[in-house]
């Protein structure tokens, strides 16, 4: 089992969602299953970015919902960002 770390910038994106018991549903599954080691089903289209966010993975939680992160290390997921599109690949945005 692999050890979640959020990044700041995650946990800024994840207050906006706190009020959406929706969205944070779908998010938990997915967490779930990246603390777990297991695959993400293609239905999310999981892939690997590039760009700002090279050597990124990134998933669509739901719709224009998306997850953003990092698994290199053998004990730890960093998680990057969460938002939509816009929010995440706007003009102007790093990571």
């Not at 999981?46 to 290199?72: A, S, V």
Request: proline fraction near 4%.
């Amino acid at each position: 089992m692999k050890r979640l770390k959020p990044s700041t910038q995650y946990k800024k994106d994840l207050k906006r969602i706190r009020n959406n018991p929706k969205k944070a549903e779908a998010l938990l599954k997915v967490l779930h299953l990246l603390e777990h080691e297991q695959d993400i089903p293609q239905e999310y289209n999981p892939h690997m970015l590039t760009g700002d966010y090279n050597g990124c993975m990134e998933c669509h939680i739901q719709g224009d919902f998306l997850l953003i992160w990092i698994d290199e290390d053998a004990k730890e997921i960093d998680l990057v960002r969460l938002g939509s599109h816009s929010e995440l690949f706007g003009k102007g945005v790093k990571r």
